[in-house]
T-cell receptor
Framework: DAMVIQNPRYQVTQFGKPVTLSCSQT?????MYWYQQKSSQAPKLLFH???????NEADTPDNFQSRRPNTSFCFLDIRSPGLGDAAMYLC????????????FGQGTRLTVV | AQSVTQPDIHITVSEGASLELRCNYS??????LFWYVQSPGQGLQLLLK??????LVQGIKGFEAEFKRSQSSFNLRKPSVHWSDAAEYFC????????????FGRGTSLIVHP
């Protein structure tokens, strides 16, 4: 089945130690999104790629970066995780301007110790 | 700019009772509307969607929603709730073209009592 896959499902990292979360898709969608979701809150968009074009949300901290080496893969890099970065990170894809329906991965739960 | 309002933060129902979760949106043109469900520790799963056509749409798990343009609403309904329906529900609005990024409501937490 075509899908969005996030690895790992659970990630524990040390305060200040760089960490990378990964997302892959078999849907061949143009757009890949990264959301941060804290407990009992709506997902908050960090940034997205439309094809190779990177779009950063204005309030996304510089500590968060992303890479999309090809259509199928997208990475979220947190350069120096703080305790406040502990959250669920959700990857999603869509066909963008053709169809905005978003398809989500299962998420990565990040714990910072 | 598009926006979504889910006025109820929590809804509590008894198992077997009917359910309606409210969603109001703001968008100038014809929107694409979605309901997603999120179980604890999971990603968002699409329940149903409306793009055009019949304003009453059927989704998975026995859910349905009705698009009412005059009220700018897209309420989610289920005639008989099961304990496994306890989850967080998100309404979202998007559009083809320039406003393709979905905007999510804050979510409604559904609690089901036995």
């Amino acid at each position: 089945d075509a899908m969005v896959i996030q690895n790992p499902r659970y990630q524990v990292t040390q305060f200040g130690k760089p960490v990378t979360l990964s997302c892959s898709q078999t849907l061949n969608h143009n757009v890949m999104y990264w959301y941060q979701q804290k407990s009992s809150q709506a997902p908050k968009l960090l940034f997205h790629y439309y094809d190779k074009d990177f779009n950063n949300e204005a309030d996304t901290p510089d500590n968060f970066q992303s890479r999309r080496p090809n259509t199928s893969f997208c990475f979220l890099d947190i350069r120096s995780p703080g305790l406040g970065d502990a959250a669920m990170y959700l990857c999603a894809t869509s066909r963008g301007q053709v169809n905005p329906e978003a398809f989500f991965g299962q998420g990565t739960r990040l714990t910072v110790v | 700019a598009q926006s979504v309002t889910q006025p109820d933060i929590h809804i509590t129902v008894s198992e077997g009772a009917s359910l309606e979760l409210r969603c109001n949106y703001s968008y100038g043109a014809t929107p694409y509307l979605f309901w997603y469900v999120q179980s604890p520790g999971q990603g968002l799963q699409l329940l149903l969607k409306y793009f055009s056509g019949d304003t009453l749409v059927q989704g998975i798990k026995g859910f349905e929603a009705e698009f009412k343009r005059s009220q700018s609403s897209f309420n989610l309904r289920k005639p008989s709730v099961h304990w496994s329906d306890a989850a967080e529900y998100f309404c979202a609005v998007g559009a083809a073209g320039g406003s393709y990024i979905p905007t999510f409501g804050r979510g409604t937490s559904l609690i089901v009592h036995p």
